[in-house]
């Protein structure tokens, strides 16, 4: 009997993840993506996984909640990380990639794989068999409708915003300094500094400068994610609020003068050739003449020139607690999947993540057998355990975190040390996990 494919919908990191699962299980999967035929509000290209919002797939060490996660996809042979850890730029203690050449890669290594079929266009319906649903946070209107009729549920929404990257060739040198906080890794962050006078300048500017009109947004129930929040967002809640956030000159100090400043501005490396560099923690909704405005006025990029400005969009997501269990199938239909921030959870590896165990369980439902749920122990266990199970009331996206994780059963007042042995238990759990699935 032929094995009827399993489909794929979306090709962002998720879906990219999730098929990639499919087809190395030896099942045959169809993988849909609208764009180029029709592209998001945030998006550019036409590759698989594109990044819209930054280039970094967060914290690499281990005793980090982001890269404990980056450790759990390596042993789970995860194509997102292996194309990143081939597509590495320096970030201090960060993954980050050349965006280009990592999408372009697995577009191609995606597109040639004897067991994807790749179909562009927009899929206005979720189709009958085995589905992983992997849209994202830029549903298109029409299947967000369905997946509304199918759940007889609204949609939850936030805003989410991407920051500016400036061309390397026109930040002032002799201003900026390299520097990673700390001293961790590669000095690898261009950092603009400010005094009191400059940073309190700026601050007011940000403040009275005009923001692009949402006019395709529902303000009355949209909120905006606080790991992203907009930088003038954050300079309304006070004169010190961006000091104590992304302009926190805390562990950074220029060389050159011994001194650390008021504030500080880091850009962080987009691509290998260190051509482009994003701004961190710059997400805006400003409009694009008071952007580069505004952000001239930081010192060192007073002459900045800019290949991207920032822009704004909503993220939609479902209310998972009440659909989905921890095998990321819906209760309602146990042959749909669903992975990445239409599920509820926040940030690229978060989302690879998703993928991964809905591609492992959509090919065990493809071959009878039972599905997957994994240690809560681990990060992807945590996670997925968490907006399985959280209150439907107030559901809100969540990252990968250690507060999610279930107590050692001893007392670790050394956070790091703490973090060393969820880690540990982590990734043993999961090894063993492997060992018997």
């Known amino acids: 009997m032929t094995q009827q494919p ?61 890269g404990l996660l980056h450790e759990e996809l390596r042993q789970l042979n995860s194509i997102v990380i292996t194309k990143a850890d081939e597509h590495a730029v320096p970030a201090g203690g960060a993954l980050a990639v050349d965006r280009g050449q990592f999408s372009q890669e697995l577009t191609e290594t995606l597109s040639s794989h004897p067991l994807v079929e790749f179909r562009r266009g927009e899929v206005p319906a979720i189709p009958e068999g085995i589905v992983v649903l992997a849209t994202g946070p830029l549903t298109s209107p029409d299947l967000a409708e369905d997946i509304r009729r199918l759940t007889g549920m609204e949609y939850l929404s936030f805003f989410d915003a991407a920051s500016p990257i400036v061309v390397g060739e026109s930040i002032n040198r002799d201003i900026a300094f390299m520097a990673s906080r700390y001293d961790k890794g590669e000095a690898a962050y261009l950092n603009c500094p400010m005094n009191k006078e400059q940073y309190l300048h700026f601050w007011e500017e940000l403040r009275k400068a005009e923001q692009t009109e949402l006019k395709d947004f529902e303000r009355e129930t949209a909120k905006f994610f606080e790991a992203c929040l907009p930088i003038e967002e954050q300079s309304l809640r006070g004169e010190d609020t961006m000091r104590y956030g992304p302009l926190k000159p805390v562990g950074l100090s220029d060389s050159r003068t011994g001194e650390r400043p008021y504030a500080v501005v880091q850009l962080r490396q987009e691509d290998k050739a260190g051509q482009l560099w994003n701004m961190v923690g710059f997400q805006t909704n400003l409009r694009w003449g008071e952007q580069k405005r505004v952000f001239r006025l930081i010192p060192g990029l007073e002459n900045a020139e800019f290949v991207r400005l920032g822009v704004m969009h909503r993220n939609t997501f479902i209310n998972a607690p009440q659909l989905m269990h921890p095998t990321l199938q819906f209760k309602q239909r146990p042959n749909l999947l669903a992975a990445g921030q239409l599920i509820g959870t926040e940030g690229y590896t978060a989302a690879a993540a998703g993928g991964c165990l809905a591609g492992i369980n959509a090919a065990r439902i493809a071959l009878g057998k039972e599905t997957l749920t994994l240690p809560p122990t681990t990060m992807m266990g945590a996670l997925f355990e968490f907006i399985s199970s959280a209150s439907p009331k107030h559901f809100q996206p969540m990252p990968p975190n250690f507060g999610i994780f279930p107590e050692l059963g001893v007392k670790i007042k050394n956070k790091q040390e703490r973090y060393g042995k969820y880690r540990d238990r982590s990734l043993a759990d999961l090894a063993h996990w492997i060992r018997n699935s």
């Open 6 to 66: 399993i489909q794929v919908i979306g090709g962002g990191l998720a879906g990219t993840e999730a098929a990639w699962q499919i087809a190395q299980a030896g099942i045959p999967v169809i993988l849909h993506e609208m764009r180029p035929k029709r592209f998001s509000p945030a998006h550019h290209t036409e590759h698989l996984a594109e990044l819209v919002c930054s280039n970094s797939f967060g914290a690499m060490a281990s005793d980090r909640a982001t």
